[in-house]
């Protein structure tokens, strides 16, 4: 799952080729999301208070594919994996895609696992978490 928020134009600087910029970036984000997931299981009353709000339920009257996957997550980080679970059985699989990027991409830097080997890699748990949505979103209309 290649979440990658870092400004290009700040990994530019490195000097390197487009490909390790990728691994770098996605490397990156994972370790800001790390940091933010330790602030938001801090605050969590705070988030608490938070109303669910999905516009295409609001407009169209079903839910999204992705209905409760922040939730879910939120769940995952304070531990409780049932109400996860509950929430959008996607929300786990987010979890471990964005942990398992910190080694993913340290094995692609290092040398340790070819690149493309890594993005494959990557981008089959994407598949897998899509397909996870879609098959719950069915599940929910039908």
């Known amino acids: 799952m290649d979440i990658a928020f870092v400004p290009n134009f ?13 691994h770098l ?15 938001v299981v801090q605050h969590q009353a705070t988030l608490d208070a938070v109303p669910h709000v999905c516009l295409v339920q609001a407009i169209g009257g079903i839910p999204c594919p992705g209905c409760g996957v922040t939730r879910s997550v939120l769940a995952v980080l304070i531990g409780d994996l049932g109400r996860a679970w509950q929430m959008n059985p996607a929300g786990p699989l987010v979890c471990l895609a964005v942990v398992s990027q910190v080694p993913l991409r ?15 890699a990557s981008r089959s748990m994407t598949a897998v978490i899509l397909a996870v949505l879609i098959l719950n979103w069915l599940r929910h209309l039908l």
């Open 10 to 22: 700040l990994l530019a600087r490195l000097e390197q080729d487009a490909e390790r910029r990728i």
């Open 25 to 39: 970036n996605v490397f990156f984000s994972a370790i800001i999301l790390f940091v933010a997931a330790v602030f």
């Open 106 to 120: 340290l094995m692609a830097l290092t040398g340790m696992m070819n690149s493309k080997l890594a993005m494959v």
